[in-house]
């Protein structure tokens, strides 16, 4: 099975750019979708990026996914950072076997 | 409004069973492959199940492959999960999750999630 590596923690002031990576192990990251959920702390994560690159309704457009196959690894882009962004984000993917894997998830601070 | 409840999580010792539900209401659940996904305390999230639509094809991560089991009844809207052979490192919160792709088809996609049930597993 192959592993998803993010970064533990991420701080910047509001109205920043920040970018959490997420870095496959093994096979191609373009080889199966990635997502992001987002989870605020003592709620249930909800999806602000799917298929890579795709915005759920009512998630706003500071929010952005992106690949780089040269790195294998898939890219969260916020902008214009908002305290209500503070959350822990993970990523996640599949293979052709079904294994679905999580990323270890990444803590957002907006200081 | 698409809504998923989770229950049947509580306390149980190391070798126990429990079996958790996911009422799911707002959409029709025959019509959507479904997922568990866990939380450890203070952990991240962790892939545990997948079943089909109809319950014809399931898929299970190795930690629990052989312990648990994953089914549904489409006639009651619910979602189950039979947990056996619980150990310590079971303990979560469990959510349910739902497919975004629709019937005989998965996404991997969770496009809605539950509030979470916690299971503790402790002597």
């Known amino acids: 099975n192959f592993m998803l590596t993010q970064p533990h923690s991420v701080s910047e002031s509001p109205g920043k750019t920040i970018t959490i990576s997420c870095t496959r192990s093994?096979?191609?990251?373009?080889?199966?979708?990635v997502q992001w959920y987002q989870q605020r702390p003592g709620s249930s994560p909800t999806s602000v990026i799917y298929e890579d690159n795709q915005r759920p309704s009512g998630v706003p457009d500071r929010f952005s996914g992106s690949l780089d196959t040269s790195s294998n690894s898939a890219s969260l882009t916020i902008s214009g950072l908002k305290t209500e962004d503070e959350a822990d984000y993970y990523c996640q993917s599949y293979d052709s076997n079904s294994h679905v894997v999580f990323g270890g998830g990444t803590r957002l601070t907006v200081l | 409004e698409v809504q998923l409840v989770e229950s049947g999580g509580g306390l149980v010792q190391p070798g126990g069973s429990l079996r958790l539900s996911c009422a799911a209401s707002?959409?029709?659940?025959?019509?959507?492959?479904m997922h568990w996904v866990r939380q450890a305390p203070g952990k991240g999230l962790e892939y545990v199940s997948t079943?089909?639509?109809?319950?014809?094809?399931?898929f299970y991560a190795d930690s629990v492959k052989g312990r648990f089991t994953i089914s549904r009844d489409n006639s009651k809207n619910t979602l189950y999960l039979q947990m056996g052979s619980l150990r310590t490192e079971d303990m979560a919160v469990y959510y349910c999750?739902?497919?975004?792709?629709?019937?005989?088809?998965?996404?991997?996609?969770?496009?809605?999630w539950g509030q979470g049930t916690l299971v503790t597993v402790s002597s």
């Open positions: 999750a739902r497919d975004s792709c629709g019937s005989n088809c998965y996404s991997y996609y969770f496009d809605f």
């Open positions: 093994s096979g191609s990251i373009a080889g199966n979708y």
């Open positions: 707002g959409f029709t659940l025959g019509s959507y492959s």
């Open positions: 079943i089909g639509s109809n319950g014809g094809s399931t």
